[in-house]
């Protein structure tokens, strides 16, 4: 079992649309949670970034962890064509990733239709 | 500025070549890393570095070394190139090893192509 799993997609839905994106992990040291989005053939940027479990907010774009399931999940609000790119999500012991760096999941590939 | 940055942004070379990939950071940031993403667009870490402390990931061949002239710079070397290394390079940093709120920044990645 890998440590972080999530569904490569592709995910397309219609502009407009909420989108909802999620991993599950293994490893309950977890504690410090990312979303990053990538656009082809550029580098990560990051989204959100959590600590623990809880709620985040930050315009059309909510995190969520709940460490007790091992589930995150990145929420999309009124998505747009400029959403499509690939979301991948990560997550450390440590809040910059520490000396083993940040664990990615696969990435999610997102296709917003006009 | 771009905070996170590498050359060359592409690269293909032969088998058996010996290259390098240079990173740079203008952050301030104490820690560096390298993570190699394949074909399946999988992330992985490679090396961690903070203050001359190297990390090195288990499954990263010894035909890698990372080489850090100063806190600013993380070049990547790579001996006796293999097919298997073409993938996409990225660079990253982040404040300190063990920072509270801290958070990794990314490099545009270095795309190698060993034919």
């Known amino acids: 079992q890998k440590e972080v799993e999530q569904d490569p997609g592709p995910l397309s839905v219609p502009e407009g649309a909420i989108v909802s994106l999620n991993c599950t992990y293994s490893?309950?040291?977890?504690?410090?949670f990312m979303w990053y989005r990538q656009y082809s053939r550029k580098g990560p940027e990051l989204l959100m970034y959590?600590?623990?479990?809880g709620n985040k907010e930050d315009g059309r774009f909510t995190a969520q962890v709940d460490k007790s399931s091992k589930y995150i999940s990145l929420f999309i609000r009124d998505s747009q064509p400029s959403d499509s790119a690939t979301y991948l999500c990560?997550?450390?012991?440590?809040?910059?990733?520490?000396?083993?760096?940040?664990?990615f999941g696969k990435g999610t590939h997102l296709i917003i239709q006009p | 500025d771009t905070a996170v940055s590498q050359t060359p942004k592409y690269l293909v070379t032969q088998m058996g070549n010996d290259k390098s990939i240079k990173c740079e950071q203008n952050?301030?940031?104490?820690?560096m890393y390298w993570y190699k993403q394949d074909s399946k667009k999988f992330l992985k870490i490679m090396f961690s570095?903070?203050?001359?402390?190297?990390?090195i990931n288990e499954t990263v061949p010894n035909r890698f070394s990372p080489k850090s002239p100063d806190k600013a710079h993380l070049n990547l070397h790579i001996n006796s190139l293999e097919l298997g290394d073409s993938a996409v390079y990225f660079c990253?940093?982040?404040?300190?090893?063990?920072?509270?709120?801290?958070?990794?920044?990314f490099g545009p990645g270095t795309r190698l192509t060993v034919l």
């Open positions: 990253a940093s982040s404040q300190v090893f063990y920072g509270a709120n801290d958070e990794q920044f």
């Open positions: 490893n309950s040291a977890f504690q410090y």
């Open positions: 959590t600590y623990s479990s």
């Open positions: 990560a997550m450390s012991p440590y809040s910059g990733g520490g000396a083993d760096g940040l664990t």
């Open positions: 952050l301030g940031h104490d820690t």
């Open positions: 570095y903070n203050n001359k402390e190297l990390i």
